[in-house]
């Protein structure tokens, strides 16, 4: 059994910075894709940004330059750093990992989802 446990999440106001993490634990062997998605009321499940265990990034066009997405693969961790926060911004943000276990191999695991409130 593996979880995503995420935290960091909060309220800011518009210009500010918040910084998400994602540790995995359970039965972890090793890690391919971690990502992090979010929802807005409303909205459907979006990609915020994505990282290969080798570090190869990509983000969604509403967020590059201001998001930074990184790893410690020591820690089984994910991080999304968000800088310059916009009112748009405003979501559950959700953690997403390929995860391979010593048992069932590899799954795709979800958090349980942080909110992220941005005001104006």
């Known amino acids: 059994q593996v979880q995503l446990v995420e935290s960091g999440g909060g309220l800011v106001q518009a210009g500010g910075s918040l910084r998400l993490s994602c540790a995995a634990s359970?039965?972890?062997?090793?890690?391919?894709?971690m990502g992090w998605y979010r929802q807005a009321p409303g909205k459907q499940r979006e990609l915020v940004a994505a990282?290969?265990?080798?570090?190869?990034?990509n983000y969604a066009d509403s967020v590059k330059g201001r998001f930074t997405i990184s790893r410690d693969n020591a820690k089984n961790t994910v991080y999304l750093q968000m800088n310059s926060l916009k009112p748009e911004d405003t979501a559950v943000y959700y953690c997403?990992?390929?995860?391979?276990?010593?048992?069932?191999?590899?799954?795709?695991?979800w958090g349980q989802g942080t909110q992220v409130t941005v005001s104006s």
């Open positions: 997403n990992a390929e995860v391979v276990t010593s048992i069932e191999g590899a799954l795709w695991s």
């Open positions: 359970g039965r972890v062997f090793s890690i391919n894709a």
């Open positions: 990282i290969t265990s080798g570090g190869s990034t």
